[in-house]
Structure formats: C-alpha cells, structure tokens
C-alpha cells in the first residue's frame, strides 16, 4: 500500500476491529502546521480541597465519610448506573419494541489521596498500586455468577464530563457484554478463524512496530501508537506485546511496564499543548462470563477531544454523527507530534 499517495487525497481506513470506517482529509492540511499553542493557566490546585468528596475524610453525598487513605480508595458509587438486585424480566410485545433488565455493579476507584495530581504526574509505583486495584476489582466482580463484562474507565477533565478534578476512574460491571467491546471480539474471533489462528492485535502490533510510523513510545512489555484508523486527532491505543486478554495476566514486570506506559502517555498528551490534558480512556479486556476467549488481546483506547489547542476541541458532529466519523490531521504526523514530545513532564516534579 502507498500510504505517501494517500498522504495528500481525501481517503478512508477501515478499523479492523469494530469493521467501521472512518474518513481522512489531510488536504485540510496542507499548510505547515499553525495551531497557536493557547497555554491556559493550569489551576494551582491544592492538594487537599475540604469541599471534594473524593479527598480523604471528606464526607460524600449519601453522608458515608472516606476514611483517611494513604494510596487508593474504591467504593460503590453513590449515583449508581447499574444495580445488582433487580428481577429478571423481560419486554416484548413485537420484534421492534424489546427491553430486558440489566443487572450491575458501578464502582469508583480514588488513584490518590492527593487531589492536585494526574497519572502524569504520580510515580511509577503509585500508578502500580492503581494497575493493582483494578486488576483485583476485574478478578472479584469478574468472579460473580452475574457479572460478564468489567469495564474500567477514566474520564480525565471537564471537557469531557468529568465530574470532579480528583484522580480518579470508574467501573460498570454487568450481565451482559456492552456494544462495542462485543463488536470487537467478534472481529477478532472472525480473524482468529480466517487466519489460521492468529490474533488480530498481535499482528497488528508486530506490523506497526516494524513500520515505525504511528509509534508514539513503547517499553519492554507495552506498545502505545496512534491507530491507522483513529477517529480523534491524537486517539491512542495502548496494547501489549505478548498475547494475553485481561489485567489478571500480568506478570509483576509487565505491571510495571504498563505503570511507565500510562505515565509516559499521559506525560506526552500534557505537554503538548501544556494543559491538563482531558480524554476518556478505558481498558477493554477478556469479558468474565467463564468461557475462554483466546482471541482477546489485552489494550486500552485513550479518547482526547484535543485537536489545535488547549482550547479547540473535534465536534462529533454533522456528517460524523449521521454518516463517518471524520479526521484532518492523519493518524502518521499526530504520532509523529507526540512521539518528539520531551518525556518530562512540563510542570518538573512534583511537590509534596
Ligand atoms: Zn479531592
Ligand atoms: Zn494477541
Ligand atoms: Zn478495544
């Protein structure tokens, strides 16, 4: 494939693991890159706020007070999506009007008592304390006849509806498998069947690492790269190396590979436009419901609404929402942009 041919031309590339398309334009492009970098003042945010109620001690909204912890805190959330106890039943009155209920557990994990920090700015070990809530919330919640699918997800910044500047993720556990990780696992058994066995991310993987063109950082155990077929403009997909479908697999190294790669990736999407960077991210892993899913291939998408600036966002909107999502900037010079980022944080370390 000439990819240089495509560099300049209105094209589209298809996501092998949902089977969706989206739309590239780098005609838009063309000028030398001009986005003016709007340095918004970042908050100084004190570390702790007496009106959070994710900080230590502090009372939340049910009145439960959180105890004084020193590294992470998990809890029910108190506005839950889900609930786990509610009867089985089920509504149709044609094939056009169908409902059922769905069972449920949601979750809320404090990475650190510290309410000014990030996972951009935390150690190595404490985001390993981080990978070791999650992998334990994954096995336990897992481990429930009525729950097939754990999803852990972080909505960093008010841009994208987080709710509180806290560090901090949620999990929805559930009885049934959601959309889109179900769309991806049937990919990836399609490919499974049709290629002799191989995994669809571990070639991909392998592909990408031998092109070196959408990298962004890699360590022993982990590869982070902007997608081929990104939808936002600097979408990343953290994915590891060897085969392996969920968070209860890693090895001790590997934990610690995965720590340095969430600081490293979270590090690089700050500085580059020197804010706070906002995104969702989230994990999508071997769903819990007892069957073995050896075509599951353990990643994580990292979702930034960022496109120029601390301040101009991508809208999902028009000819996004009602036909393909659509993108400017190609996938190869946004992984381009955060690969030479410095590794260092700009804010230098941390005060404690
Ligand atoms: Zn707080
Ligand atoms: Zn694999
Ligand atoms: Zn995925």
Request: hydrophobic fraction near 35%; include cysteine; charged fraction near 20%.
């Amino acid at each position: 494939m000439d990819l240089a041919k495509l560099a300049s031309t209105p094209h589209r590339r298809l996501n092998p693991l949902t089977g969706e398309w989206v739309l590239v334009s780098p005609q838009r492009t063309q000028r030398p890159w001009q986005g003016k970098v709007e340095r918004t003042t970042i908050g100084t945010q004190l570390a702790y706020d007496p009106n959070c109620y994710l900080c230590p001690g502090n009372a939340r909204a049910g009145g439960e007070k959180n105890p004084q912890y020193d590294s992470t805190f998990a809890f029910d959330n108190d506005y839950p999506a889900l609930l786990p106890d509610v009867t089985d039943s089920h509504a149709q009155t044609s094939d056009l009007l169908v409902a059922e209920t769905e069972r449920g557990v949601c979750r809320v994990i404090c990475f650190s008592p510290r309410h000014d920090l990030t996972i951009s700015r935390m150690t190595d070990s404490e985001i390993g304390r981080v990978i070791d809530v999650w992998a334990e919330e994954y096995s336990r919640l897992g481990a429930q006849p009525s729950i097939n699918h754990v999803e852990i997800f972080e909505n960093r910044g008010a841009m994208m509806g987080a709710s509180n500047p806290h560090p901090h993720c949620q999990i929805w556990a559930n009885a049934t498998i959601p959309n889109l990780p179900a769309k991806e696992q049937l990919r990836q058994e399609e490919y499974k069947r049709e290629h002799d066995g191989a995994c669809l991310l571990c070639d991909y993987i392998a592909l990408e690492v031998h092109l070196q063109q959408r990298i962004v950082c890699q360590n022993k155990a982990f590869v982070a790269l902007v997608p081929f077929w990104a939808v936002w403009p600097f979408e990343i997909m953290l994915a590891c190396k060897r085969h392996f479908g969920s968070m209860s697999e890693l090895s001790d190294r590997e934990r610690a590979s995965l720590a340095d790669m969430l600081r490293q990736i979270t590090t690089r999407y700050d500085n580059l436009f020197e804010v706070s960077f906002p995104y969702t991210m989230g994990f999508h892993q071997t769903p819990t419901d007892n069957k073995a899913h050896p075509e599951w291939h353990f990643h994580a998408h990292y979702l930034p609404p960022l496109l120029r600036s601390a301040t101009v966002q991508k809208f999902m909107v028009g000819y996004e929402l009602l036909a393909t999502p659509q993108r400017d900037i190609t996938p190869e010079s946004a992984a381009e942009r955060l690969r030479t980022l410095p590794r260092e944080h700009f804010l230098g370390p941390v005060q404690s």
